[in-house]
């Protein structure tokens, strides 16, 4: 059942019609941390918007390895999701639950039907578009002009800020695959952060400072 909170959230975004569509025509799906909501070959059937809960998308690169594209969180949708659909493609993407999440999940056909009926809904999937396009350029600006350290610091502190919360549960293993590095580097990097006095490193867990 989709509570007021969650009514309240989509209002910020939709008219009442549309929101009455989503009511009528969509479920809420609950998944826990770590959970796999969207791997790599999936057949997409389905536009997530999320309720509650930060999910991360990574894209699998055959000489780099995985790594992290962008967040999505509460009120947003993933934009290759919605491209996959318009162009009947397999995922090339994984979407994986940061938190525990809810989200509701919009048919294929929903979705072609309300681009051209609703233009709140139109504006949310260009607005999404923009969004994750202007997040991907920031990544790209980030590895060709920042050095690592740079780079980390705001990992952290960006992740930190999505989950509301100084205390990262993660490891250095983890941060390394999302950052397309190595894990002795990521180590050393975060010992220099700590030394600075901007985190605090303790087992599985990075706090901000």
């Not at 770590?34 to 918007?49: A, F, Q, R, T, W």
């Not at 090339?92 to 009926?117: F, G, P, Q, R, Y």
């Not at 396009?133 to 920031?138: A, C, I, K, Q, S």
């Amino acid at each position: 059942m989709i509570e007021k909170k969650h009514i309240d959230l989509l209002s910020l975004k939709f008219e009442k019609s549309i929101i009455d569509e989503i009511k009528s025509s969509s479920e809420i799906h609950e998944f826990k941390y770590g959970d796999i909501i969207i791997n790599y070959g999936d057949s997409l059937k389905h536009v997530p918007i999320v309720l509650e809960g930060v999910i991360k998308v990574m894209k699998e690169d055959k000489d780099y390895g995985e790594g992290l594209l962008y967040y999505i969180k509460d009120g947003d949708t993933c934009s290759v999701t919605t491209s996959c659909l318009s162009g009947f493609k397999q995922s090339n993407v994984k979407a994986v639950c940061e938190t525990d999440v809810k989200i509701i999940l919009i048919s294929a056909s929903k979705m072609n039907e309300w681009m051209s009926k609703y233009e709140s809904w139109r504006s949310f999937i260009i607005n999404s578009y923009q969004k994750r396009f202007d997040e991907l350029f920031n990544v790209i600006n980030s590895i060709s002009f920042d050095n690592l350290e740079q780079r980390i610091d705001y990992y952290i502190h960006k992740k930190s800020s999505l989950l509301k919360s100084k205390k990262i549960i993660t490891t250095h293993e983890e941060i390394a695959k999302e950052l397309s590095t190595s894990r002795v580097v990521v180590s050393r990097i975060l010992k220099l952060l700590e030394n600075k006095s901007v985190v605090k490193l303790g087992r599985n867990y990075v706090e901000v400072l």
